[in-house]
């Protein structure tokens, strides 16, 4: 199937190169070209920026790897999770335990095993995995609500267990995270001089190197695992749980491994919360995290992994900026006054921003960006005279992009088979 | 024997009004097919509002004032936002589930937000006229309160069932969630319901919150939000879908409570604070044993 679909999509740049030249041909690869730039500008950005825009860039690059994972689970499959906190905890605290070495506090006791850092960050990883699959019995069983309030318990629960253990996480005092470190490089401040181009290179420059690195792979690993037939599978579980298991798509296996991919995502992302905020303690992951991390999804669109960037970006970027900036702006005071905090102001922010994009524009950020990009291709289909080769048919691009969005948002134009129909004229397409 | 007598009444007590709180989520499941995040919410503006009231117009205008008007709030959310995501035929798709549950958790931080920062690092009193007392039957003690509030919840409840069963609106809200469209073919509103629902569950929320924030309980604080989140549990234990399972959960998880914080110091090797968790341990047992709680209707999907 991901064959027809480049093939027809070559055709459809073909077409469109020949129908309205070069001017076209951008048009049509807009997206692709867009999105070189952005990670071209992300590369030099440390160059310029302050460590306080760097320090934001990270949380967001964390929250974007958790946000993916999330948006695998509850835009693609239709699972909802409200655990996503606990997911991360178990990444972040996992990372800690694993790269420390013990250590005494006073009268607390810390363990470690003092790995290396990267070993760490991939165990890390494996049993926030592991997590997750001994949450399947329940997982794959449950859906929609259930599984949203039995995945609520599982924050509940896993903050109790993980404060007991006070050896492994350090209690509600919580520990110090251990710093990341590559072959011998170390991702902090030290004293080495380490510059580029004049600019010294310290923690919060490396950083941003790492995380860029991992988002980039944790995009394409997503983008690969959707466009394929694991991907293709979840979106028909999401669709009709009863047409998918006629087709022959083991419903309860694939809810299962959505779950698993989803908690390795939110465990990187908790490594990663945990190398910004320098320390973490169970308390921090709560519900409001959960929260959180569904607004990110679905502000940026459910199952899109470009929403999912531009979702973080927003929700966590904004708190920060107004936090930064709030006593240059006249409507926020000072906390502890009775006006709003900035804090608040963001809560308000994104609180109200998720009640109106369900209300207005259920397919979030990637729905306004998609009709953006077919509108154009759109038009510059029109500027040129031919009529389009494929019979009059859309773009398969169009299709694809309408589909993706429309069928979960159901907006009613495509409803839930949108996906199969959309994908006829392109096979149609390249048969002919 | 008297500890365990002791706490299983308190826990009862506590558990009918849990089981309030679960029986709003469940009349709005049933009528809308989501479950209202922002019920916590409700349970705040309720709080709020009785004790803004209770200096100028007394205490019973004031708990009447923050019951309707938490009930017309509830109404409000749904005409206005949830009506609005169309569910015409209401079969909504596993996705506008997710959607729409993520916009009550939206709904949730603007009002709590809201509230929150009005509050402060106060502690509204509600002024409750049975105060702070409690009374002891052969070493068993229990708060006023708490008492009251046992005896509320349970006219209500009743009243409920009555209603529920008996009403025109309990027999519509019956046939609209067991065939949406059948029901409507029949003449009957699915608008009328469910802002009925609403109502109902808004109201309901309202006079839990009256009777959360008095005595063993200080006052009003922004953590009254977080009860909502042994609500939760106890909607599930139940089964979503069954006003009878919402009254058992509830009284299941406010037992569990008070049994597991009596006993505390024979479960030190569960780890201390076992109360705040104990609710959802004993969901997640449930669930395993039945994915669709005690009472609730399992689904069959024949292939």
């Known amino acids: ?432 | 024997m008297t500890t365990f007598v002791s706490l299983l009444v308190n826990g009862i007590s506590q558990g009918a009004v849990y089981a309030l709180i679960a029986l709003g989520f469940v009349i709005i499941f049933k009528a809308s097919e989501v479950l209202n995040f922002a019920h916590g919410s409700m349970l705040f503006v309720g709080a709020y509002l009785t004790a803004r009231l209770v200096g100028p117009v007394g205490f019973a205008a004031a708990a009447v004032i923050g019951v309707v008007g938490t009930a017309l709030l509830a109404v409000l959310v749904e005409r206005l936002l949830f009506s609005r995501v169309g569910r015409g035929t209401g079969l909504a798709t596993q996705g506008q589930v997710a959607a729409l549950t993520i916009m009550t958790l939206g709904l949730d931080i603007v009002i709590a937000t809201d509230l929150t920062r009005r509050i402060g690092s106060r502690v509204l009193s509600l002024d409750q006229p049975w105060g702070t007392g409690a009374f002891s039957v052969g070493g068993v003690g229990l708060a006023y309160n708490r008492l009251i509030a046992m005896g509320t919840a349970a006219v209500l409840i009743l009243a409920f069932f009555a209603a529920f069963r008996f009403t025109g609106w309990g027999v519509a809200l019956r046939a609209s969630a067991e065939d949406p469209e059948a029901a409507a073919l029949m003449g009957i509103r699915h608008w009328h319901v469910s802002a009925l629902a609403w109502l109902v569950a808004g109201g309901l929320a309202a006079v839990a919150a009256v009777f959360l924030t008095g005595s063993p309980t200080p006052g009003l604080e922004p953590s009254i939000r977080t009860v909502a989140f042994l609500a939760f549990p106890a909607a599930i234990i139940g089964g979503l879908d069954s006003t009878t399972g919402a009254l058992a959960g509830g009284v299941i998880v406010g037992v569990a409570q008070s049994l597991v914080a009596g006993y505390a110091d024979h479960l030190q090797f569960l780890g201390g604070d076992f109360g705040g968790a104990v609710p959802y341990v004993v969901m997640l047992v449930v669930l395993l044993a039945r994915p669709a709680g005690l009472f609730g209707t399992r689904e069959l999907a024949r292939v």
């Open chain 1, 1 to 432: 199937m991901s064959d027809t679909h480049s093939t027809s999509r070559a055709r459809g740049f073909c077409a469109v190169r020949g129908a309205g030249g070069p001017r076209a041909a951008l048009t049509a690869r807009l997206p692709l070209v867009s999105l070189l730039v952005v990670l071209v500008v992300l590369v030099v950005l440390p160059l310029y920026l302050q460590e306080f825009w760097l320090r934001v860039g990270f949380s967001i690059f964390g929250a974007v790897i958790g946000a993916i994972g999330l948006t695998i689970l509850v835009g693609t499959t239709g699972q909802l999770s409200l655990g996503h906190a606990f997911f991360l905890a178990v990444g972040a605290i996992s990372y800690c335990w694993l790269a420390s070495e013990p250590s005494d506090l006073g009268s607390r006791h810390l363990g470690g095993l003092g790995l290396p850092p990267l070993v760490a960050m991939v165990l890390a990883v494996l049993i926030s995995g592991l997590a997750g699959l001994l949450f399947s019995p329940v997982s794959a069983r449950l859906r929609g609500i259930y599984l949203g309030i039995a995945s609520l318990g599982l924050v509940f629960v896993g903050q109790h267990v993980l404060n007991s253990a006070t050896p492994v996480t350090g209690g509600f005092n919580g520990r110090r995270t251990p710093h990341f470190s590559l072959f011998g490089f170390a991702f902090d401040n030290d004293d080495s001089g380490f510059a580029v181009l004049g600019v010294p290179f310290g923690r919060f420059e490396r950083l941003w190197y790492l995380g860029l690195v991992l988002v980039v792979l944790a995009a394409w690993f997503a983008y690969g695992v959707l466009r394929s037939r694991p991907g293709r599978a979840l979106r028909a579980v999401r669709d009709g749980e009863i047409a998918a298991a006629v087709t022959g798509i083991d419903v309860t296996g694939y809810r299962a491994r959505a779950f698993l991919v989803s908690s390795m995502y939110a465990g990187l992302a908790g490594v990663l919360y945990a190398l910004s905020i320098g320390s973490v303690a169970p308390e921090s992951f709560t519900v409001d995290v959960s929260i959180q991390y569904l607004a990110i999804i679905l502000l940026g669109g459910l199952g899109s992994i470009g929403g999912a960037v531009a979702g973080s970006v927003f929700v966590i970027g904004l708190p920060l900026l107004l936090e930064q900036y709030s006593e240059n702006l006249p409507f926020l005071s000072a906390p502890g006054s009775s006006g709003v905090t900035s804090a608040e102001a963001a809560k308000y922010a994104y609180g109200a921003a998720v009640i109106l994009f369900v209300l207005f524009q259920p397919r979030g950020l990637a729905g306004i960006a998609y009709t953006l990009v077919s509108g154009r291709r759109a038009a510059a289909l029109r500027r040129g005279s031919d009529p389009p080769p494929d019979g009059g048919g859309p773009p398969a691009g169009r299709g694809r992009a309408a589909a993706d969005g429309a069928a979960f948002a159901g907006t009613g134009s495509v409803g839930p088979a949108g996906t199969v129909q959309a994908d006829l004229p392109a096979g149609a397409a390249s048969g002919g």
